[in-house]
Nanobody, 124 residues
Framework: EVNLVESGGDSVQSGGSLRLSCSAA????????MYWYRQAPGNEYELVSS???????YYADSVKGRFTISLDNNKNTLYLQMNTLKPEATAAYYC??????????????????WGQGTLVNVSS
């Protein structure tokens, strides 16, 4: 059974950094693509970043150059390093997964498995 658990959310000031973690039990990273979404209050889900099973990383334009997605195969954990945070990054952040190559970055938030989310609050 696949189970995703996010952690690392916190309240920080604008310009600060956070690293989100997603512990991915029951997942073999060679077989899946991994995603980070966020949802701000009253807004739709937004794809922040993804990484394919062969290591190709995607970033939303709003976070390029400031966020980095990575995997630790030994710990079976997905990370999102977020630097130079802005208040508009305030949201619940979710990791998600689906079969490798099954979805593209334009398919929307329809991945098969999601975590419960972790909250990020960036104050100005």
């Amino acid at each position: 059974e696949v189970n995703l658990v996010e952690s690392g959310g916190d309240s920080v000031q604008s310009g600060g950094s956070l690293r989100l973690s997603c512990s991915a039990a029951g997942v073999t990273f060679d077989d899946v693509d991994m995603y980070w979404y966020r949802q701000a209050p009253g807004n739709e889900y937004e794809l922040v970043s993804s990484i394919s099973n062969d290591g190709f990383a995607y970033y939303a334009d709003s976070v390029k150059g400031r966020f980095t997605i990575s995997l630790d195969n030994n710990k079976n954990t997905l990370y999102l390093q977020m630097n130079t945070l802005k208040p508009e990054a305030t949201a619940a952040y979710y990791c998600a997964t689906d079969q490798a190559g099954f979805l593209t970055v334009v398919d929307g938030p329809c991945q098969e498995v999601w975590g419960q989310g972790t909250l990020v609050n960036v104050s100005s």
